[in-house]
Structure formats: structure tokens, C-alpha cells
């Protein structure tokens, strides 16, 4: 179906900005509406100045379970637009997050003769948007990137802000870049098909947000359980805006995560991480780990006076009611030196010095270092 320019900017749709000083960006979010995609590329490119004259050219990432689902499609829609797409669908999974799949990209992008204006297409969850804008980041020192995330923690957190990266063998993102994307497009029709595991997944990176800035998300969340558990649609596209508008509050102010308001983005992440990379990349989700990595947090935030026990049980009810677990799977086949030495490669460490966001009260956070490590094992002792 061919939409035309004027017809598009008729047509309902949800846009969050993200106001960057290089560079703005939206997020559309939409329901039902993949046509829209090209018409909202060409805009994109037309606000770039070295890309006006583009040829729309891209490279569209994905996955193999994306592929079928909506990457072909996708590649369709574009092609009736006069793009020229090629296709690589890496495995799906976490262990894709590799420097070998990013050279898989990098291949590609030199046998179809990409150059600085083709542009990079990431459809799919976190893992293709961190891989593919980490290979976007670094091919030819930069390629326009374009995220079309399709999983909710993609929506609600890796598709916005920028960040980009594959892992190490010791550690979660170890390897990345800040490559913020020409423009996000959500299709709120892509919950239909995603997993139960992966979709509550997502629902702790919501929780985050609850926690980290917006008691009043957090109480959305504990009131609106069925309606979450059953997929409304409703009350998703306003959790989706909702995230959106709070991650890129965070991102116009500090966006390189210098000044440690980004920090606080990473709520639970220092526990999550360590944990993710022992089970093995991908035997925990990402937003499993968050969610076990959030309540440690919060236990180490009540052994240090900062909030009473009923906060940290507020969590734990609100993550289990959701489908999260709270506890690390047992038995586990590493030790509590192991968990600590992996923290300490923890972006957010200096100077060995580990540091952990930890809650104040629903709704605040900040970032606390110089923590004696046996509360810390006290915690991990649960
Ligand atoms: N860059 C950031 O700011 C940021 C933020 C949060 C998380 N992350 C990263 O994101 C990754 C987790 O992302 P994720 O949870 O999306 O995992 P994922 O990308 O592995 O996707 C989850 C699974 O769902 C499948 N899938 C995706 N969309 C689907 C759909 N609509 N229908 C059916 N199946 C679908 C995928 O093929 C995959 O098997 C982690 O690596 C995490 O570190 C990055
Ligand atoms: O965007 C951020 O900043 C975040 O911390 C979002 C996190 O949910 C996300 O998992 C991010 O990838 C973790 O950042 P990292 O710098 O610890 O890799
Ligand atoms: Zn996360």
C-alpha cells in the first residue's frame, strides 16, 4: 500500500521527542501501522543535512524469528518506496550480541557497497538494536541508524537513548558506543506475537522507571495487573509512551551518562549484569536479571538505612504479580567472589570502586559508592 506524504501526517500517531543538543530525534509509536515506516524515514533523512540527497539505501538487521514475522515485510514496504534493502538475520538470541556477528554486518555492508549515507535498519528486540547500531556506530566511523524495535524492553528502553554494544566474554555491553538513532518506530502490533517470557521480560525495565522516577507508574503498574498479565492494549501503549517519555528526560540531560543522572538508568544493572554473564548470555533475560538485580539493590539500600523493608517488598510483590522472578535460580554454579570480581568490571566502577543505584523511595534514586563490601555479601547471602 503506497501512503502518501500528506496522507501520513493525517493518520493518528503517538510521537515522543528526544531533544539532543547534536541532534533531535522522535519516537512514533503506532498501532497496525507499518506503512508509515517509509514516509517517516524519508523524514528522518530529510532533517540530516548530508543525508537530504540521500539514496535510500539501508541494510535492514533482524533476526531469525523477526524475520518472518515482520523484517520481509518490512523490506517490501520499503521496496515499493524505491529503497534498495538488503537483509542479514543474525540467530536470535543474546549470544548474537558478538564481535562475530558484528563482522557478519560489517561483511555485508561492503558486498552491497554501503557508504555514509546507506542507512542501518535494526528490527527487532534489544540484542539486534545493540548489535546492529554497534556495527552502525563503528562501519565507515558511523552509518544512520534507525531503530524498529519489536519486543516491549526494546520499545520501553534499548531502542531510545543511543546506546550500542555487543558483549565480552567478562561482561554485559562491554564493548559499545553512543550512536543515537535518526528516529524510533513502534508498532504496538508487534506484542501480539511475543513470547510471554520475553514480553514480562520487558515489564522490569517498565518497573525500573517506577522505581528510579515516576511513583506514579509504579502505582499504575500494582493497580492494572490483569489488564498487564492479559496484554491490554491500552494500557501497554500508555506504559510504552510513558517509559519512553521518562528515558528520554534522562538522555537530554546527560546522554554520554557523565553526570550521573543516566546512572540511575542502571538500577539493579550492576547485580543483573554479573548475574547474566555467570548463568551464561541468555539463560537469564535481560529483564529477569533486572528484576532479581533491582530487589538486591533494594536490599542493600535498606541495610544501609536508605529506605524501610516495605519498599523492597512493594518490588517483590509488584515483580512477582507481574510474572518476574526475585531470587536467582538455584542452584547457581558460581560464588559470591565470582558475582563480586564481575562488578567490579561494571561500567559505572572507578578506580575499583563499585557503585549501585540504589532507591531513596518510590519514585527516587542515587548512585552510591564507597559501599563495605560485606553488606554487600550479606545481600548476595540473602
Ligand atoms: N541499549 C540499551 O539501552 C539497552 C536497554 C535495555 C536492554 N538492552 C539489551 O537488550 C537485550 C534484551 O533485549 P530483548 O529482551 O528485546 O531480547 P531479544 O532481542 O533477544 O528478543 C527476545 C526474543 O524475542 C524474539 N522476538 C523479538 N520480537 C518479537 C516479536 N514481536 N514476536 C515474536 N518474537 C519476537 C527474538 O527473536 C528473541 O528470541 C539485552 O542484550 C540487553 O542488554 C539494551
Ligand atoms: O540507557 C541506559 O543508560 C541504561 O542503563 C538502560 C539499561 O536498561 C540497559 O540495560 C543498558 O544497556 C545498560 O547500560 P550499560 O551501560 O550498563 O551497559
Ligand atoms: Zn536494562
Redesign the pocket.
Known sequence: MNTSHDTVNSLPRQLVPVKLAERSYEIAIVNEQWNLLPSLMDSWLERVDHLKSAARKALLVTDTNVLNLFAEKLKQELSDQNWTVELIAVPAGESSKSLAMANQIYDQLVEMQADRQTVVMAVGG?VVG?LAGFAAATYNRGLPFVQVPTTLLADV??S??G?V?INHAKG??LI?AFHQPLGVFIDTSSFNTLPDRDYRSGLA?VV?YGVILDANLFETLENNIEAINSRDPEILIELVKRSCQL?AE??EQDEY?RSGL??I??YG?TF??AYEALCGYGELM?GEA?SIGMIDASRLAEKLGMIGEEVTTRQINLLSKLGLPTDLPQPVAFTHDDIISRMKI???TVAGQLRFVLPRKLGQVEVVKGIDEQLVREVLSR
Do not use: I, P
Open positions: 534489544g545493540d528502553d534499548s531510545v537513548g546506546k554494544g554485559k555491553n559499545g525495565e525500573k528515558k534522562v538522555v551518562e543516566r546512572a538508568l542502571n544493572h543483573a549484569h535481560h533486572v561494571d561500567k559505572k
